[in-house]
DNA sequence: GAGTTGAAACATAGGCTCCG
DNA sequence: CGGAGCCTATGTTTCAACTC
């Protein structure tokens, strides 16, 4: 029990009704009342269960922003950006972990370029250029150990030159293995000089058929080889120190240079989109270095390093967070918190499964009363909430309005002048949006933002509750039209029945027979004979019925046919039967009972409209 | 759009390596 | 040198593909 006294101006009075009864609504476990000078509100519980406990989540990566980042670099007892990701985050395991080190480390290092090995009859041989830069290590050794280099290159289709150091320290172990000379760090060094200055002899054509593939084939040829000449000549000026190692957008200034000089010397436009292909390209080439990652303290300390991991985190794909987090309040509930808060003919609702925008999970409800007592004229009522709290200011600022204003209202039945817009019509609407991290338009909380991901589930929540309603409403205006039509027949009938009887001199006929089969009805009659009760269902509708049939009688029954059920309440006898009849057929009940006992006759599980009751 | 199904990845628990 | 975090095995959840 919580009780809470405020003080204030009431100018605003009904805004704060409105409040309370929105809140009774969403939280339809809780018995609210408002107590006020003069009068009082209260709002009485609509189930005794407690909403589903909510688990503890740890953040998703993607819902993160770099302050809570450096907080949580900071605060962590792990050491290892692996261990970071997996113990603080959900949803990251090894797998993830290491595919988000590696977008961070090419962020962070940069990735490395690999080039196309030359092909064996080319001049270039690594195998030569190895042998030469190996000294004092016995002939056969070298021969060994640049043979085993040169046909483990061969075997790629490119190379970085952390894959050349890899190679050559491969190269070595066999050839250790083999001629059991040792090959050291300072002639693995050598070699692996030796054998990046082959692979990278040719850069022009590599780089040319990068481009070529990248760009289309309306560009012309030589502007294509220009270009990739100058790209190539960016690669070449680097020392050797540097590995070809680069960011993605040290990349784009080398593109960009490249294709400014040619758009200012060759004449020829190089645009947005080849320059991003390009960089596709070749960035698809480029393998990631397998640096280990900075440790976690040294990424607390620098912000633009934990920059590029949030941009990492971000790049990466995660699985969804899971949802057990969320407390929706079920359809079931929606319903109940609706009906008992307005007076209304008929209630829809509809949950939908969680979804994601952002890292977080969230959860869209939704819920249409109709009809009764709710005011026909202007629009419908829009109620808005999140996480349970009706938001009350900025309605039209909010992704809600947007979503119903962009739903063809005629489709479910309602009004809608102008075919957009709000519908106008006795109905209210409510929205409920559940999330972890519910994305307002401000600060103030007053309207939910635009998130593409949250207005298309409040869409189909909303389309999927109307879709009930126009079905009530369908319904509503068959009954109706049946009901006219029975009402004339009605009085045309026992006239038409008087005429016929005069000019054919017989006896009248029973109309309410011939009515229930015009209007294709499910007659029910009663014959009594000698204590004997009989019950005639005819179905003279095109569908398969099973009326419930409750027969209530003054005194107990006996032969009661097959199916019925007996029940003794106050010196009345209930007798229940539940028949199937198929269309066009009829099915008889029977039972026996004293002359003089009264029967009365009850008949559930069709709708008035479509039932003639003749007992 | 809903339902189903198989697969892959994450979560969790318990021993071992490595940082401070 | 000590203790805490990292690494490996089993169960569960989510995702993607497919069909209606």
Redesign the pocket.
Same mark, same amino acid.
């Given at each position: 029990r919580i009780e809470l006294e405020m003080e204030a101006n009431m100018r605003a009075r009904s805004q704060l009704r409105d409040y309370v009864k929105h809140t009774a609504v969403v939280n339809p476990h809780a018995r609210i009342e408002l107590r006020e000078p003069n009068g009082e509100f209260k709002a009485e519980r609509a189930t005794d269960r407690l909403p589903a406990d909510t688990e503890e989540i740890r953040p998703h990566p993607h819902g993160v922003e770099l302050g809570t980042l450096l907080k949580m670099l900071d605060s962590t *007892? +792990?050491?290892?950006v +692996?261990?970071?990701l997996?113990?603080e985050f &959900? =949803?990251?395991? $090894? !797998? &993830?972990?290491t595919s988000v080190i590696e977008r961070f480390n090419d962020h962070h290092y940069g990735c490395e370029m690999a080039w196309q090995p030359p092909k064996t009859h080319d001049d270039t041989d690594i195998e030569a250029a190895v042998t030469d830069a190996v000294a004092n290590k016995g002939r056969e050794a070298t021969d060994v150990f640049a043979a085993a280099v040169a046909d483990r290159v061969a075997e790629r289709e490119r190379l970085a030159h952390h894959n050349i150091v890899e190679i050559v320290a491969n190269g070595a172990d066999a050839a250790e293995v083999d001629t059991g000379t040792a090959f050291g760090d300072t002639v693995q060094g050598k070699a692996v000089a030796a054998a990046w200055n082959a692979v990278r002899t040719d850069l022009d054509a590599d780089l040319y058929a990068l481009v070529d593939g990248a760009t289309s084939t309306r560009k012309d040829d030589v502007v294509v080889e220009s270009f990739a000449e100058r790209l190539a000549a960016k690669f070449d000026t680097e020392d050797d120190e540097t590995r070809d190692r680069l960011t993605r957008d040290a990349l784009r200034g080398y593109v960009d240079r490249a294709a400014d000089m040619t758009a200012e010397r060759d004449d020829v436009s190089f645009g947005e989109t080849a320059r991003e292909n390009v960089i596709g390209a070749i960035w698809n080439a480029c393998r990631t270095v397998p640096d280990e990652p900075p !440790?976690v =303290?040294t990424i607390a300390d620098d912000r633009d390093t934990a920059s590029a991991l949030l941009d990492a985190m971000r790049e990466t *794909?995660?699985?969804?967070p899971? &949802? $057990?987090c969320l407390s929706p309040i079920t359809a079931d509930l929606v319903r109940s918190g609706l009906e008992k808060e307005f007076d209304a003919d008929f209630y829809a609702s509809a949950t939908? *499964?969680a979804g994601?925008h952002g890292g977080d999970p969230f959860i869209v409800e939704a819920g249409i009363a109709y009809g009764g007592d709710l005011a026909a004229e202007g629009g419908v009522e829009l109620l808005r909430f999140a996480n349970r709290v009706p938001l009350v200011y900025q309605r039209g600022a909010c992704a809600t309005t947007d979503v119903l204003k962009g739903i063809g209202w005629r489709n479910y039945g309602l009004d809608q002048p102008g075919g957009s817009g709000l519908p106008n019509g006795p109905a209210v609407v409510m929205i409920h949006v559940a999330s972890t991290n519910v994305p307002f338009t401000s600060e103030s909380k007053d309207a939910i933002a635009n998130v593409p991901e949250i207005e298309d589930e409040i869409e189909?929540a909303v389309r999927?509750a109307a879709r009930e309603l126009k079905s009530y409403l369908n319904k509503r205006q068959s009954m109706q039209q049946r009901r006219e039509k029975q009402d004339v027949l009605s009085t045309v009938l026992p006239e038409m029945a008087e005429k016929l009887a005069d000019i054919t001199e017989r006896d009248q006929l029973e109309i309410d027979d011939s009515l229930a089969r015009i209007m294709n009805n499910v007659l029910v009659e009663r014959h009594v004979e000698n204590g004997t009760v009989k019950l005639v269902v005819e179905n003279h509708s095109g569908t398969n019925e099973s009326p419930d049939v409750t027969e209530i009688v003054s005194a107990e029954p006996s032969a009661v046919s097959d199916g019925a059920r007996v029940v003794e309440m106050d010196g009345e006898w209930f007798v229940k039967w539940s028949p199937e009849v198929e269309s066009d057929d009829e099915s008889v009940l029977e039972y026996e009972i004293d002359d003089d006992a009264s029967f009365d006759l009850d008949v559930t599980g069709i709708e008035s409209e479509k039932l003639t009751n003749n007992a």
């Open positions: *007892d +792990s050491y290892s +692996s261990g970071f997996q113990g &959900t =949803r990251v395991g $090894g !797998k &993830t972990a !440790k =303290r *794909d995660i699985i969804a899971p &949802t $057990g939908r *499964d994601v189909l999927e």
